[in-house]
């Protein structure tokens, strides 16, 4: 006999305790007794709610990977470009160790996406600070100024020949704008404005590898009864 998810209401068999499409739960009980009167759960974890999360273990699987992840994923790090590949591996991680360290051995996609929205937002404040103290480091501390002004006045003149090869032809407005982003207000403001993007776009990338991580956990695991 076939009955249907309670969440996602795709097709369970009737033997089965999880949901193979989303890992819920299906509550199983004994069929004689009579009506209306309560019956006993067939397996002794049924009642655990699905979506909840141990923090307490979680955050530390969370931090021993969020921290590395935000660091490797910084403007400091020669492999900052790789950055939606270290916070999905790091939330995929988090969300392995996390199952692992549980019994029964099971998380749903809701529980798995928000271990990786608080491991993107931990790797996202690491990057995002790791960032700021590098650009600090390198104008004031290693003297090169110089250089890092000499780039920005060269992605601004680009940008300007873009703006006009898109037919931006606004000569006023362009001059102003061009003004705007060559003056240390501009330059700090754009330049904090593209890290804090970054890092939302690091998160973007940790919550989905959480939830991913949590759908192939929920088909592959089950729990111990």
Same mark, same amino acid.
């Given at each position: 006999?076939?009955?249907?998810?309670?969440?996602?209401?795709?097709?369970?068999?009737?033997?089965?305790?999880?949901?193979?499409?989303?890992?819920?739960?299906?509550?199983?009980?004994? $069929?004689?007794?009579?009506?209306?009167?309560?019956?006993?759960?067939?397996?002794?974890?049924? /009642?655990?709610?699905?979506?909840?999360?141990?923090?307490?273990?979680?955050?530390?699987?969370?931090?021993?990977?969020?921290?590395?992840?935000?660091?490797?994923?910084?403007?400091?790090?020669?492999?900052?470009?790789?950055?939606?590949?270290?916070?999905?591996?790091?939330?995929?991680?988090?969300?392995?160790?996390?199952?692992?360290?549980?019994?029964?051995?099971?998380?749903?996609?809701?529980?798995?996406?928000?271990?990786?929205? /608080?491991?993107?937002?931990?790797?996202?404040? /690491?990057?995002?600070?790791?960032?700021?103290?590098?650009?600090?480091?390198?104008?004031?501390?290693?003297?090169?100024?110089?250089?890092?002004?000499?780039?920005?006045?060269?992605?601004?003149?680009?940008?300007?020949?873009?703006?006009?090869?898109?037919?931006?032809?606004?000569?006023?407005?362009?001059?102003?704008?061009?003004?705007?982003?060559?003056?240390?207000?501009?330059?700090?403001?754009?330049?904090?404005?593209?890290?804090?993007?970054? $890092?939302?776009?690091?998160?973007?990338?940790?919550?989905?590898?959480?939830?991913?991580?949590?759908?192939?956990?929920?088909?592959?695991?089950?729990?111990?009864?």
């Amino acid at each position: 006999m076939e009955i249907t998810c309670h969440r996602c209401h795709q097709t369970v068999q009737a033997e089965n305790c999880y949901c193979p499409a989303c890992g819920l739960p299906q509550l199983m009980y004994e $069929a004689d007794g009579p009506p209306g009167q309560s019956q006993p759960e067939s397996w002794n974890e049924a /009642v655990r709610d699905a979506s909840s999360v141990d923090w307490k273990v979680a955050l530390r699987a969370v931090l021993l990977l969020a921290v590395p992840a935000g660091l490797l994923s910084s403007e400091a790090s020669q492999s900052g470009r790789l950055g939606m590949f270290w916070m999905t591996t790091a939330s995929v991680c988090a969300v392995g160790l996390y199952v692992r360290s549980q019994r029964p051995a099971w998380i749903t996609l809701g529980a798995g996406a928000r271990i990786g929205l /608080v491991t993107g937002l931990v790797a996202g404040w /690491v990057a995002l600070g790791a960032s700021g103290c590098a650009l600090f480091a390198q104008r004031f501390f290693l003297h090169q100024s110089n250089q890092i002004d000499a780039d920005w006045r060269a992605y601004v003149d680009a940008y300007q020949q873009l703006n006009a090869q898109m037919g931006f032809a606004d000569t006023a407005h362009m001059q102003a704008q061009k003004a705007l982003m060559l003056s240390p207000e501009g330059h700090a403001g754009f330049m904090t404005a593209t890290i804090i993007s970054n $890092a939302a776009f690091l998160v973007f990338f940790a919550v989905a590898g959480g939830a991913l991580a949590a759908r192939l956990l929920a088909r592959t695991r089950r729990p111990e009864v």
